[in-house]
């Protein structure tokens, strides 16, 4: 039963930490932009390719993002510090307005009816930036068997079909919250990336205060 609980934990921490990163409902508008010209169906194909290409992208970095910590020799609470960082940092711009993760809809290029958004800037940076992959990769330091990996992977699925659903209603999110209400909930979610970045932090100073060699190292230090 405790397995299956921590698998459930997995799936709903990579939701909570991926969604307020990806925030489809931010990029309800500019998705319009960039698909205006296009019949529903093919705006639909563009928007199931670039769910699709996302999960591959985050699943990628997911798997691979492991064997780079090995390879370089990263420790999980270093990894841990430096998504935080990176997630944090990104949240205070997004509360800010300093920096605007997304593409506006003045340089969304000609509207053409052929066009292929699924990839880019859809997919990447949109949907599956260097936000997402940050939280991805601070997601591994949870990870200690192939079934935590699998959990990850269904989280990140799942925040993929939430994007779908999400984008597939944008006409309607736009028209019924408003412009001001899209500025206050980017807000919303800066803020809470800004603590997802500080929790990352937190408990990789906490991993690093435990770690039995460094306290070995400290004792040893400090002699008798």
């Known amino acids: 039963m405790s397995t299956i609980a921590h698998f459930g934990e997995l799936v709903v921490a990579t939701i909570l930490a991926l969604l307020p990163v990806t925030n489809p409902p931010a990029s309800a508008p500019a998705f319009l932009a960039m698909t205006e010209g296009m019949t529903p169906e093919r705006r639909l194909g563009q928007l199931r390719a670039a769910c699709s290409f996302m999960v591959i992208i985050l699943v990628t970095f ?45 340089d969304s290029g000609s509207h053409e009816s052929d066009r292929d958004i699924a990839f880019s800037p859809l997919a990447m940076p949109m949907l599956s930036g260097p936000g997402s992959i940050a939280v991805t990769l601070g997601l591994t330091s949870l990870a200690k068997m192939w079934l935590d990996y699998v959990a990850i992977s269904i989280g990140i699925v799942a925040v993929a ?15 019924f919250i408003g412009q001001t ?6 807000k919303v979610m800066g803020f809470l990336l800004v603590c997802i970045g500080i929790q990352f932090i937190v408990n990789g100073v906490l991993g690093i205060a435990t770690d ?12 008798p």
């Open 212 to 223: 039995p060699v460094i306290i070995r190292s400290i004792r040893d230090a400090a002699g």
């Open 62 to 106: 997911l798997v691979g993002g492991s064997l780079i910590m090995r390879f370089f020799g990263i420790s999980i609470p270093g990894l841990r510090i430096a998504g935080g960082l990176m997630v944090a940092g990104i949240g205070s711009g997004m509360l800010t307005n300093a920096a605007d993760r997304r593409p506006s809809e003045g």
């Open 181 to 186: 209400g899209m500025n206050a909930l980017t």
């Open 161 to 175: 079909l939430i994007a779908y659903a999400t984008l597939r209603g944008a006409g309607a999110i736009v028209a």
